[in-house]
């Protein structure tokens, strides 16, 4: 284009010129913008992603902190352990007892609460009536010592026995109680140790349209819900006391406690009907007419944790013996310390790349600002109840 005279014009070479001057400014501009807006995209996800896993993280600390604690008051009062296994290494609900699962646990414990007792009569299996004691610190007024309609209740004895059970009536001073989990395979004798319970199992499970993970509650009884979406792998560890259960004073003593640990041995020469000969059980045996452990010491002279495997925590001797429906292994009496590692992943699959060390399940996002890798979570909880004298 030529210019006419006392006119204001451009070429066509400078309008060619001045175009792409203005393609490389905005392809600048496009550049700096395009990682901001991924980036601003990424974060409320990276958000959500570190609140789910400081849920979970608080979830399972809080509990596994809490696993154990036992009646505060009675002869039965004391750490879950002088009974049974407060932490089961699976779903004691879905798993057949004597199994293992990393990525599973069952948790026990009493929270604090008046609902503590024993058995005014005993206990048999078919029965759906249960007698409450008038026990020491139960209230005045009150002839079923607190336990409530719709309440959660264990019933558990010196012979490592438990039945979980749910109240569905009261009429005073007996209970109409429901039963759940292991069957009631024998007899609870008057006197055995009834209190509310809180029962935690915990698993990593696929959501109900199959398409992500979720780490799922389960109560113990009939709710299972769950807890925290995309949690994609969940794993527990246990480190326990390298020595076995000892006797602190002879069993024929009225009052206990009897153990360091554990069940409480029969009486020389008394049949506890658990499998076991006459004066035995899962955790002594008799040797030279006297009780001995019949665990063994996993580090002699040594008072430092050690890891229990899952070939330790599976294969026997079995409380209250090997035939009964609530059996666990001894060894797991021994544990005072749970590692728990958990991996949780950012929820769209758009900020996801593909599968490999950074991303359990792969997306397609393509690099950079909006990659949010997996986070992984690894900690150690220390049971108070189960650390008591240590």
């Not at 407060?86 to 879905?94: E, G």
């Not at 560890?237 to 009052?255: F, H, M």
């Amino acid at each position: 284009m030529i210019a006419r005279s006392g006119e204001a014009g451009f070429t066509m070479l400078e309008l060619l010129v001045a175009c792409v001057i203005m393609l490389f400014v905005l392809a600048s501009i496009y550049a700096i913008l395009s990682p901001a807006e991924g980036a601003f995209r990424a974060q409320p996800e990276v958000a959500d992603l570190q609140q789910r896993v400081r849920v979970a993280v608080e979830t399972l600390a809080r509990d596994l902190a809490a696993a154990g604690a036992g009646l505060t008051r009675g002869d039965g009062a004391g750490p879950l352990t002088d009974f049974f296994a407060p932490i089961l290494p699976y779903d004691a609900v879905a798993d057949p007892p004597g199994t293992f699962r990393p990525d599973a646990i069952t948790i026990f414990y009493v929270p604090d609460t008046v609902a503590q007792s024993t058995l005014a009569s005993p206990l048999s299996p078919a029965a759906s009536v249960l007698t409450v004691a008038s026990a020491p610190g139960c209230p005045a007024t009150d002839a079923v010592c607190g336990f409530e309609t719709g309440m959660h209740t264990l019933v558990f004895d010196r012979a490592g026995r438990w039945s979980p059970l749910s109240i569905v009536g009261v009429a005073s001073p007996a209970l109409l109680v429901r039963r759940y989990g292991p069957d009631l395979s024998s007899t609870y004798d008057t006197g055995s140790s009834l209190a509310q319970v809180s029962i935690h199992a915990y698993s990593v499970k696929r959501d109900a349209g199959g398409e992500g993970w979720q780490l799922s509650h389960h109560d113990g009884f009939e709710t299972e819900l769950p807890l925290v979406d995309n949690i994609v792998s969940l794993d527990f560890e246990y480190w326990g006391t390298p020595q076995p259960p000892v006797l602190l004073q002879a069993v024929s003593e009225q009052t206990g406690p009897w153990t360091t640990y554990g069940p409480k041995a029969p009486v020389l020469g008394v049949l506890q009907g658990s499998g076991y000969p006459a004066g035995e059980n899962c955790t002594f045996q008799v040797v030279d007419g006297a009780h001995a452990p019949r665990l063994a010491d996993l580090s002699p002279g040594s008072m430092s944790l050690v890891p229990l495997s899952p070939q330790m925590l599976t294969d026997g001797p079995w409380c209250p013996g090997p035939a009964s429906p609530s059996r666990f292994d001894a060894d797991l009496l021994r544990i005072r310390q749970v590692r728990v590692t958990l991996r949780a992943q950012v929820a769209s699959r758009a900020l996801r790349g593909p599968a490999g060390s950074s991303f359990t399940n792969g997306g397609w996002a393509r690099g950079g600002e909006m990659y949010v890798p997996d986070q992984a979570v690894r900690f150690d909880v220390v049971p108070r109840n189960m650390s008591l004298g240590r």
